[in-house]
Every structure is written in structure tokens, then in C-alpha cells.
């Protein structure tokens, strides 16, 4: 049943990856180390285009350190480089939140993340079915008999 196993396995490595969405959260009600995305005032936005390479009003980071009126996020700046750096290169952002119109937290989605799931499992299972699959029907083949599979594609009109 080598089927089953390869199975499970695409189930859970796409259970894994997950589907995310970002949902509202209260600056006092967000987890710390949770990943985050702030919407900010243009003037604040103008303030950090320096910092984080761009002028964008949404800032997205982990959040490490949240205070009476600020919130301090840790926000990537691009990916390990081969032959520079091994790791990716971060910076720390302090963001008042008098300045922050919109908080929202990453949250899974357990609604997508299974739709997609279940949606792979039954486009493999039914590939496996259709192309072959006789030992998850448990059909045996009989012998003696031609048991291919003939997949008939017409390729020109009009031919006789």
C-alpha cells in the first residue's frame, strides 16, 4: 500500500505549509514573537522609507516588544545571500502607536489550508485511480488477459 503512504505524506507536508490570513488584532492583544502587519500613517511611512528600503504605509514583522504607546517589530530586509550572509538580515522598528491606523496578526486558516488539502488528496487519488490504481480498487488482474490501459486521443478531423 505504497499509494496510502505517499498519501499521507502530500497531506501532511500541505497541512504543514498551511494557508495564512491576516486578521484584526489590538496592539494590547497581540502575542508577542507572532508575525504581524501594520498599517502605519503616510508620515510614518516617509519616517522609515529610509530604513526599510521602501515607501510603503504597511510594515511587515515579528512582533518583539510591545510597550504602553509603541510596538517594536522585528522586520526582515531581504533573505541570506550566498557568499554574504547565512542568515537573513533583519531590523528592529519602532512604531508609536498613535501612528499605527490598522494591527493585524497571521493567523492559519483552517478553512483553506483544508480545502487545499483535501482538494490535492482527491486530484492525486483519482489521477492514481484513472492511470492505473488496481491495487486500491482491489482488483486483481486476470490472467491471461490484456489488462493495459488505452487512452484514445483524436488528433486530426476529417482523417478516415
Known amino acids: 500500500m505504497l499509494f496510502g503512504k505517499r498519501v499521507v505524506l502530500l497531506a501532511a507536508a500541505l497541512a504543514s505549509a498551511g494557508c495564512y490570513v491576516y486578521t484584526p488584532v489590538r496592539p494590547s492583544d497581540a502575542i508577542l514573537d507572532s508575525r504581524v502587519r501594520a498599517t502605519v500613517s503616510p508620515r510614518q511611512a516617509a519616517e522609515l522609507a529610509p530604513v526599510l528600503?521602501?515607501?510603503?504605509?504597511?510594515?511587515?514583522?515579528?512582533?518583539?516588544?510591545?510597550?504602553?504607546?509603541?510596538?517594536?517589530?522585528?522586520?526582515?530586509?531581504?533573505?541570506?545571500?550566498?557568499?554574504?550572509?547565512?542568515?537573513?538580515?533583519?531590523?528592529?522598528?519602532?512604531?508609536?502607536?498613535?501612528?499605527?491606523?490598522?494591527?493585524?496578526?497571521?493567523?492559519?486558516?483552517?478553512?483553506?489550508?483544508?480545502?487545499?488539502?483535501?482538494?490535492?488528496?482527491?486530484?492525486?487519488?483519482?489521477?492514481?485511480?484513472?492511470?492505473?490504481?488496481?491495487d486500491i480498487v482491489g482488483d486483481k488482474p486476470k490472467p491471461g488477459a490484456d489488462n493495459a490501459i488505452r487512452i484514445r486521443i483524436p488528433i486530426g478531423i476529417g482523417f478516415r
Open 53 to 134: 528600503r521602501n515607501v510603503t504605509p504597511q510594515v511587515v514583522g515579528t512582533l518583539v516588544e510591545r510597550n504602553g504607546d509603541t510596538i517594536l517589530l522585528d522586520v526582515p530586509l531581504f533573505g541570506a545571500v550566498p557568499g554574504m550572509s547565512s542568515r537573513p538580515v533583519h531590523n528592529r522598528v519602532s512604531l508609536p502607536l498613535a501612528d499605527v491606523t490598522a494591527l493585524e496578526a497571521r493567523t492559519l486558516s483552517r478553512w483553506r489550508t483544508g480545502a487545499v488539502v483535501a482538494s490535492v488528496v482527491a486530484g492525486v487519488a483519482t489521477g492514481w485511480v484513472v492511470l492505473g490504481g488496481n
